[in-house]
Structures are given as C-alpha cells and as structure tokens.
C-alpha cells in the first residue's frame, strides 16, 4: 500500500541493524585457557594427534561410558524403520575446558529445537549466585559446617515421554549408524 511505502525499508534497516547487533554479541569460542576446543568429534581426534595425547578422546569416552551405563538409548540396526509417532532429533557433543584442572570435558546434547514438545511440560531450576552466597552467609554466622555434592550426569536418569529418534554418529564408535531411540532424557530435550 502506497501508506506503508515508507515502513518497509525503515522496518528492513531495523531489522538488519538488530541482527548485526546480536551476531556482534555472539562469540565463537575456539580456545579456552589457551586450549583449542574442538567443534566437532573429528576436530576432537585431529587436536589429540597434533598434541600427541588422548585428552578429547577420553573425555568423549567419559560421556559416553555414562550415558550407556544410564541407559540412555535403546539401539537398533541402520535398516532400522522408525515409526511414524517418532520425532528426529540431531545429536552432538558440545566440547570444553574445566577451569579447575583444564580437564576436558564433552557433553552429548539432542537438539530439541527441532522437536515439538507442545504436548510434554517440563521445568528445571537452577540456583541463583546470591542464594548460594545468602546461605553461605547465614551458615557462617551460625557456625555451620558446609557439605557440597554434585549428581554426575543428573539428568539423564529420567525416562522421557517424548518419542524421539536420531542416528549415531563417529562419538558411538562401532554403533555408528546405528538408529537410536531416545529412553532417557538428554540434555537439550
């Protein structure tokens, strides 16, 4: 409409000037602590061999070992014919560096932004900075001693509802290929 001649590019210059400002917020991280860390399995193993170690491959390793011990998939054969009710879901391994030890560490996530999840509700808390710092004050005042714990891979322990599906990748080894059904929940769903 000749009205809104004008709207349309003030609206597309807008527009271009918010994404510039969100892409220039977004940093790629490709080294921590002075470590290059891998965007890929196969980025993972080319670092092991250039630094003539098997750091990357263990934490790979680590995570995986976990996520079978917690039954987190159920494995069928590549020709595998997932029903219909089934919903794709890609996987990676987000890698990274501990600050602690600059132990590496890899994380198998599911990209559940493709998945419709309308139909499930979910909801994980996460403790604030100055709740913990509140508490530590009032146990120090009090003359309280302090415990801290840490479940490992906590979240994988509950079965989902959801059903969904992906393909092994190079991180699962002699199961590459494989179709996977999701039996637990995984981070990113």
Known sequence: EPAFAWWVPYTLRKRDVILSAVK???????H???IEVPTSVEHARRLDKENGNNLWAEAI???MTALNEAAVFIYHPPSYKVNDQYQYAPLRIIFDVKQEDLRRK???VAGGHVVNSSMHQAYSSVV??????????IAMNEGLNMIVGDIGNAFVQAY???????RAGPEFGDKQGAVIIFN???YGL
């Open 32 to 34: 921590k602590y002075g």
């Open 128 to 137: 604030h900075t100055r709740t913990v710092r509140l508490l530590q004050t």
């Open 61 to 63: 390793q680590k995570e």
């Open 24 to 30: 220039s917020r977004v940093r790629k991280v490709t």
């Open 106 to 108: 890899a994380r198998m």
């Open 184 to 186: 637990k929940a995984l």
């Open 160 to 166: 989902t509802e959801g059903k969904i599906w992906s």
